[in-house]
């Protein structure tokens, strides 16, 4: 039985799910202060069925030994399911991009740690 969505991340891969039936996703852990938004921590999983929510993210993200505020989740490409050497390629190719650019996170899916959406605004400089 597939467990009922209880946040916005839950609702996130359910639809995708539904639209891709298979996907892998890249996801970066992020801290955040008043000013900063500092990646931390990468990796990827393959999504093969509709099963997986929050609370299965929490204790994989618990196991990345970091204090982290937030996460970004984005699809490794259109085609759904990559091999693990092109999710690992990718994943590098990102994470270099959002050390050099955190704009990029507001192509992904960002969420906070109690899965609800977040969005990334620029700060002015006065």
Same mark, same amino acid.
């Given at each position: 039985? &597939?467990?009922?969505?209880?946040? *916005?991340?839950d *609702?996130?891969? +359910?639809? &995708?799910?539904?639209? &891709? =039936? #298979?996907f892998t996703m890249l996801f970066v852990l992020l801290r955040? &202060?008043?000013?900063?938004?500092?990646?931390l921590r990468a990796a990827w999983l393959h999504v093969v069925g509709d099963e997986v929510r929050w609370r299965d993210m929490m204790a994989q993200f618990t196991g990345a030994g970091v204090e982290w505020s937030a996460v970004v989740f984005f699809r490794a490409g259109r085609e759904g399911l990559v091999p693990d050497a092109e999710a690992r390629a990718r994943l590098g190719?990102?994470?270099r991009k959002l050390h050099e650019d955190r704009? +990029?996170?507001?192509?992904?899916e960002f969420f906070n740690r109690d #899965? +609800?959406?977040?969005? +990334?605004? =620029?700060?002015?400089k006065h």
């Open positions: 039985m &597939t467990p009922p969505a209880t946040t *916005d991340f *609702d996130w891969i +359910l639809s &995708t799910y539904a639209e &891709t =039936e #298979g955040i &202060t008043e000013v900063t938004v500092e990646p190719a990102l994470t704009s +990029l996170i507001r192509e992904g #899965g +609800l959406r977040l969005q +990334l605004e =620029e700060v002015k």
